[in-house]
C-alpha cells in the first residue's frame, strides 16, 4: 500500500469513513434526532461517493460553451466531467430531503404523545404498555407484544 | 414591534431580490446551470425569510397553507400532465420532440420548461410547507391539562 | 433524431406500460389537489381499477414468452429510461393491482372506523403514490428508477403506517423505525449501483447485464452484488433484517397492513429475483455462494423461527405479521434452490401468499371493526357472530399452512419438488415442519374464533358488505388458485425460465420455444 495508493483513492477513504461515522451514528445514540443526523450523514457518503465517481481528471462542467448567436460550438479537445452521476445524486438528495423532513415531523408526534425523544425512554415506555397488554390478554412472545 | 428595525428593513429590500432572483434560476434552467429544484428552493427561501423576521402570522396570509398545499399536488401535475399531453400529440410519454415536429431542439426547450415550471411549483410547496409544519406546530394540550 | 420523427404515432396500445403507472400517480396528486373528502375514495378505486385491467392487457401479451419495452420519452434504451414487461414482472403488476382493487372497498369502512376524518383525502392520496412506487418498482428496467420508485413507495408506506397513531401511539415508534431501516436499505442498495454504474457505466438492466458478463470476474461488481442484496434483504425484511415488520403491521390501520402484507415485502423479492438473476447471471450468483450459503439457512431459520414467535402470540394481527416473515423465508428458499422449480415456487409463492395474507389481514381488520382489537380473547367467539369473517379465516388460515385444495398447497408443492430436485430431501421435511408450526397457530385462532363464549363486550353483528365482499374475493380466489393453477404457475414457470437464463432473456426463450 503505497502513498500514492491511499492518496489515490481519496474519495473512497472519506466515503468508507462518513458511512461509517453515519450508521455507528444511527445505531449506537438514542436520541431520536441525532439517528436521523446520522442517516443524514450516511446518505451523504453516498452522495459524495457518486459525485466523486463523475469525476474525469481535467474536466470541466459539462455545458456546451455557446457563441454569441447562441449556437452551440461543440469543441472535441475540451474534457467534461460525466453529469449522468450528479443527476442521479440530484434525486438521491431530494429523497433525502423527504426522509429527514419526515423522520422530523414523527419525531415531533412522537414527542407529543410520549414526551421523549429518548429511545430507552420510548422503549421503556413501550415495554410497561406491553407488559400492561400481557397481563390482560395473557402472555405473548416476541418483544413489545 | 419596532425591535430589528434593520432586520426589518433588509428583509424587505431582500425579499424581492431573493424571488426575482428565484424566476431567474427557473427559466435560464434549460439553457445553463439552474431549473426547477434551484429556483423552487429560492424562492421558499423569500417566504421562510419572511416568516422567520416577522412572524409565521404573516406570511401565512401572503401564502396561506391551503395554497402551498395544492401547490405540491399541481406542480406534480403540470409535470407529469406535460408528459400525457406528449403522448396525445402521439409520442412518447415525457417525449418533448413532438411539440414541435420540425424543430425537435425547439420542442425540448418548451418540454423543460413546462415540466421545470411543474418541478419549481412543487418544490416551493415542499420547502413552505415543511417549514410551516414545523413552525406552526402548537403543542397539543390535551382535555385534561386544563 | 430524424429517423424518430418519422416514426408512427404510438397508438393507445402502445402507451400502456405508462398507463399502468401514470393513471395512479395522477390520482394522488388529483385527489390533493381537489381536497374533497367525498371524490377522494371513487378516484383512487376508479384508478386502481384501470390499473388492474392495463396489467392484465400487459400480462394476456407476455405471458407465452417475449417482453415489451418502452422507452421513456422517447430515448433508447442503454441512455433512456427503459420499462420492460415480461411474464416474471408482469405477474407481480397483476397481483399489486388486483390487492389495490379489493383492498380498497375495504378500506372505505375500515379507514372510516380508524383514521380521523380529516385526514382521509390525504390518505387516499398517500395509497396512490404508495401503489404508483410499488407498480413502478416492478415495471421499470433501469437500475437507479427501481430506486426512485422504492423511496416513492417507502415514504408514503412509512406515513400510511404512521396513521395508525389515532388508535396507538406505537404505530409512531413503529413508523420511526422502519423508516430508519428501510432508509438504509434504500441507501445500501444505492451505494451497490454506484459500484455497478462505475464498473460498467450504464444503468439499464440489460445493458448491466451484457457489461457485467464482459467484465468477468471483478471486486467492484462483487461489492455492488453484496450491497444490493443487503438493501433488498432489509426491504423484503428477510430474517435478522425483519425487526421493522411486526411492529408496522402491527399498528398500521389494517386497510394499510393488509395492503402492504400483499404487496410490499413480494415487490421487494421480486427486486432481488430481478438483480439476482437477470443483471447479475445465474453463474455469478452460484460462484458467489450467497443463495445457497447466506439465503438457504437464513430462510430456514426465518421458516422455524418467525413460525415459532407467532406461535406464542396473544394477538392475531402480530401473529400473522411474525407468520408473513416466515413466509418470506419460504420465498428466499426457493431462490437458494437455484433451480428451476425453486424459483416458479418463490414466484407462485409471492402470488399465493399475496392474497391468502391479504384476505386474513382483512379480516383481522373486520374483527377490529367489531372488537376494537385482536387480541384472542377479545375475538374470542366472534366467528360465530360473525360466520363470513371466519369462514374466510378458517380457508385463507388453511391456504397459509398449505392444506391441498388451496393456493398455499400449490406453492409449497412446488418448493417440496425444487427440494428434492437438489437431492435435499432433508430440507422437504423441513418445510414440512414449519408447516406443522403454522397449524399450530392457524389453530389458535380457529381455537379462540369458535370454541370459546362470544365476548360480550364486542358488537354482535356481521361486518359490513363493504369489507365481507372484498375478504372472500381473496379468500375465494386462494381456494380458486388451488385448483386452477393455469395462470399462476404458467406465468410462475415462464418467470423461472427467463430468470434462470439470465437478462438476456426472453426474446430468446420465445425463440428457442418455437423450436
Known amino acids: 500500500m503505497t502513498l500514492d495508493y491511499i492518496l489515490g483513492h481519496m474519495n473512497y477513504w472519506f466515503f468508507v469513513i462518513l458511512m461509517m461515522i453515519g450508521l455507528y451514528i444511527v445505531i449506537s445514540y438514542g436520541n431520536l434526532v441525532k439517528k436521523i443526523v446520522g442517516l443524514n450523514i450516511f446518505q451523504a457518503a453516498v452522495f459524495m461517493l457518486y459525485i466523486s465517481m463523475g469525476k474525469i481528471t481535467g474536466g470541466t462542467a459539462p455545458i456546451f460553451p455557446t457563441d454569441l448567436q447562441g449556437k452551440i460550438q461543440i469543441d472535441p479537445n475540451i474534457v467534461y466531467t460525466n453529469p449522468v452521476p450528479h443527476v442521479l445524486i440530484l434525486t438521491a438528495i431530494v429523497v433525502g430531503i423527504a426522509t429527514t423532513s419526515l423522520g422530523l415531523a414523527l419525531i415531533v408526534r412522537i414527542r407529543e404523545q410520549y414526551d421523549s425523544i429518548e429511545e430507552q425512554e420510548i422503549l421503556d415506555i413501550d415495554a410497561a404498555t406491553a407488559h400492561a397488554e400481557n397481563l390482560a390478554h395473557g402472555q405473548a412472545m416476541g418483544g413489545r407484544a | 414591534m419596532h425591535h430589528h428595525l434593520i432586520l426589518r428593513v433588509i428583509t424587505k429590500l431582500l425579499v424581492g431580490t431573493i424571488i426575482l432572483f428565484a424566476f431567474y434560476v427557473q427559466f435560464h434552467g434549460d439553457f445553463s446551470p439552474g431549473g426547477g429544484f434551484q429556483a423552487g428552493v429560492i424562492m421558499a427561501v423569500a417566504f421562510i425569510l419572511y416568516g422567520l423576521v416577522f412572524g409565521l402570522n404573516h406570511v401565512q396570509r401572503v401564502l396561506p397553507p391551503w395554497v402551498v398545499h395544492k401547490m405540491l399536488a399541481l406542480g406534480v401535475l403540470i409535470y407529469a400532465g406535460t408528459g400525457v399531453w406528449n403522448m396525445m400529440l402521439g409520442g412518447e410519454f415525457l417525449n418533448y420532440n413532438i411539440f414541435s415536429p420540425l424543430h425537435p431542439s425547439h420542442g425540448q426547450h418548451s418540454g423543460i420548461l413546462y415540466v421545470e415550471l411543474g418541478v419549481g411549483i412543487t418544490v416551493t410547496g415542499v420547502m413552505v410547507a415543511i417549514y410551516y409544519a414545523f413552525a406552526g406546530r402548537r403543542p397539543f394540550i390535551g382535555d385534561d391539562d386544563w | ?401 398449505g392444506v391441498p385444495g388451496t393456493a398455499g398447497f400449490i406453492s409449497k408443492w412446488v418448493l417440496v419438488q425444487a427440494a428434492f430436485d437438489n437431492g435435499l430431501w432433508w430440507m422437504a421435511l423441513a418445510i414440512m415442519a414449519s408447516s406443522l408450526l403454522a397449524v399450530i397457530y392457524v389453530w389458535r385462532v380457529v381455537e379462540a374464533l369458535y370454541l370459546k363464549a362470544p365476548n360480550p363486550e364486542a358488537v354482535h353483528k356481521e361486518a359490513p358488505l363493504m369489507m365481507i365482499v372484498p375478504i372472500w374475493i381473496m379468500a375465494g380466489s386462494t381456494v380458486w388458485f388451488g385448483f386452477d393453477t393455469s395462470l399462476t404457475l404458467g406465468a410462475a414457470e415462464m418467470a423461472a425460465t427467463a430468470l434462470l437464463n439470465g437478462s438476456s432473456g426472453l426474446a430468446e426463450i420465445a425463440t428457442s420455444a418455437m423450436q
Open chain 3, 1 to 401: 433524431m430524424s429517423a424518430e420523427l418519422q416514426s408512427v404515432a404510438l397508438s393507445w396500445q402502445d402507451q400502456l406500460p405508462v398507463l399502468q403507472i401514470i393513471i395512479p400517480f395522477f390520482a394522488g396528486p388529483l385527489i390533493v389537489l381537489l381536497g374533497s373528502r367525498r371524490l377522494a375514495w371513487p378516484m383512487a378505486f376508479a384508478a386502481s381499477v384501470a390499473a388492474l385491467v392495463i396489467a392484465m392487457m400487459l400480462l394476456s401479451r407476455v405471458i407465452d414468452g417475449g417482453f415489451i419495452s418502452y422507452h421513456m420519452g422517447g430515448w433508447a434504451p442503454p441512455i433512456g429510461i427503459e420499462y420492460r414487461i415480461d411474464a416474471a414482472n408482469a405477474l407481480v403488476l397483476v397481483l399489486i393491482a388486483a390487492i389495490a382493487v379489493v383492498v380498497l372497498p375495504f378500506a372505505k369502512v375500515s379507514i372510516a372506523a380508524e383514521v380521523p376524518r380529516r385526514h382521509h383525502a390525504l390518505f387516499y392520496a398517500m395509497f396512490m403514490l404508495c401503489f404508483t412506487g410499488l407498480m413502478g418498482v416492478v415495471i421499470t428496467g433501469d437500475a437507479f428508477n427501481v430506486f426512485v420508485f422504492l423511496e416513492i413507495s417507502s415514504l408514503s408506506t412509512y406515513v400510511l403506517v404512521a396513521k395508525g397513531a389515532s388508535k396507538d401511539k406505537r404505530a409512531l415508534t413503529a413508523a420511526y423505525d422502519y423508516l430508519i431501516m428501510g432508509t438504509i436499505g434504500a441507501t445500501f442498495f444505492v451505494i451497490g449501483l454506484g459500484f455497478l454504474y462505475m464498473a460498467t457505466g450504464t444503468l439499464n438492466m440489460a445493458d448491466l447485464a451484457d457489461r457485467i458478463a464482459l467484465l468477468g470476474p471483478n471486486r467492484t461488481v462483487q461489492a455492488g452484488f453484496a450491497f444490493i442484496v443487503i438493501g433488498m434483504a432489509l426491504k423484503a425484511a428477510m430474517f435478522p433484517l425483519h425487526h421493522w415488520l411486526p411492529n408496522a403491521y402491527n399498528y398500521a390501520p389494517s386497510a394499510v397492513t393488509a395492503f402492504l402484507a400483499a404487496t410490499a415485502t413480494k415487490a421487494a423479492v421480486y427486486v432481488m429475483l430481478r438483480f439476482m438473476f437477470s443483471v447479475f447471471q445465474p453463474e455469478f450468483v452460484a460462484d458467489s455462494g450467497v443463495a445457497a450459503y447466506i439465503i438457504g439457512p437464513l430462510a430456514v431459520l426465518a421458516m422455524f423461527v418467525a413460525s415459532f414467535i407467532a406461535v406464542f402470540q396473544n394477538n392475531f394481527k402480530r401473529m400473522l405479521a411474525y407468520s408473513s416473515i416466515a413466509q418470506i423465508g419460504y420465498m428466499l428458499l426457493g431462490i437458494s434452490f437455484f433451480n428451476h422449480n425453486g424459483l416458479t415456487a418463490t414466484m407462485v409463492h409471492l402470488f399465493n401468499h399475496g392474497i391468502t395474507k391479504a384476505a386474513l389481514f382483512m379480516a383481522v381488520g373486520a374483527l377490529v371493526l367489531r372488537t376494537g382489537t385482536t387480541f384472542y380473547d377479545r375475538i374470542a367467539g366472534m366467528g360465530r357472530v360473525m360466520p363470513f369473517t371466519g369462514a374466510a379465516v378458517v380457508v385463507a388460515g388453511l391456504s397459509l399452512i
